[in-house]
């Protein structure tokens, strides 16, 4: 069972930046996606962006432009970079990776416990 880890949350003023980044107990080389999820306040959990094991990404569109996801098989890492932060942002965010190829959450089979980011002033 690989444990995902998740760093790198706190708090922030709007627009500034912060990096997630997610270990794994294991190598992810072999899991064909991985993808940052958020949860914020009274909210669903929704995918934020996801990264195939190739290096293929893909963004939701109303994080484009300020979001990036990375993954270093190597290292066992994934990273989601935040640039121009807002309060909307405000939430727990989830690392999550899976083999089906699919990004639905149902899909994924490994979840980490999250890591809190608040954008407040």
């Known amino acids: 069972q690989v444990q995902l880890v998740e760093s790198g949350g706190g708090l922030v003023q709007p627009g500034g930046s912060l990096r997630l980044s997610c270990a794994a107990s294991e190598s992810i080389a072999g899991i064909y996606v991985m993808g940052w999820y958020r949860q914020g306040p009274g909210k669903q959990r929704e995918l934020v962006a996801g990264i195939t094991s190739g290096g293929t990404a893909a963004i939701q569109d109303w994080f484009k432009g300020r979001f990036t996801i990375s993954r270093d098989n190597a290292a066992n890492t994934i990273s989601l970079q935040m640039n121009g932060l807002k309060p909307d942002d405000t939430g727990v965010y989830y690392c999550?990776?899976?083999?089906?190829?699919?990004?639905?959450?149902?899909?994924?089979?490994?979840w980490g416990k999250g890591t809190l980011v608040t954008v407040s002033s």
């Open positions: 999550a990776g899976g083999y089906s190829g699919s990004y639905y959450e149902d899909a994924m089979e490994y």
